[in-house]
């Protein structure tokens, strides 16, 4: 029998199904985390408002196998007091823009008053195989 060239092939549909459950995966995952994931609890807000978190560098370590982003961030701490529990959103995205991943993350150690501190060689967590941009945003610190 001869197949109709405007008929669709089935085994073509196969990737596009596949493609289409993955990101359906990654969307319910990501509400999941929206709703499961927030800021921990017992950050002090004044001193969060005295702290400046600045993204340095990050590249992705295990590229296509791991996928982990690995950061390098700076923390400037404008407190009289010693912060510690530095914890940051991060999210990352696509080669056009599209949202892929979001997580947060806490940093250990801690951050003299009235200094600056790197943390580098920071592994955040596991995020998408097409990542090519990320982002971070201050969520909350705690006293040192």
């Not at 959103?89 to 150690?109: M, R």
């Amino acid at each position: 029998m001869l197949s109709n060239p405007r008929t669709p092939n089935n085994k073509h549909r196969a990737p596009i199904v596949c493609t289409m459950l993955i990101s359906v995966g990654v969307f319910i995952s990501t509400l999941l985390c929206l709703g499961g994931c927030g800021a921990p609890e017992g950050g002090d807000e004044a001193l969060t408002k005295n702290t400046y978190l600045e993204l340095v560098d990050w590249h992705i370590s295990g590229f296509w196998i791991i996928n982990s982003p690995v950061v390098w961030v700076r923390v400037a701490n404008y407190n009289q007091e010693p912060i510690s529990d530095v914890t940051f959103q991060y999210n990352t995205y696509g080669y056009e823009g599209q949202p892929l991943d979001q997580a947060t993350y806490t940093l250990e150690g801690t951050v003299p008053g009235g200094t600056v501190k790197n943390f580098i060689e920071q592994y955040v967590g596991l995020v998408h195989l097409h990542s090519d941009k990320l982002m971070i945003k201050l969520i909350s610190v705690k006293h040192g």
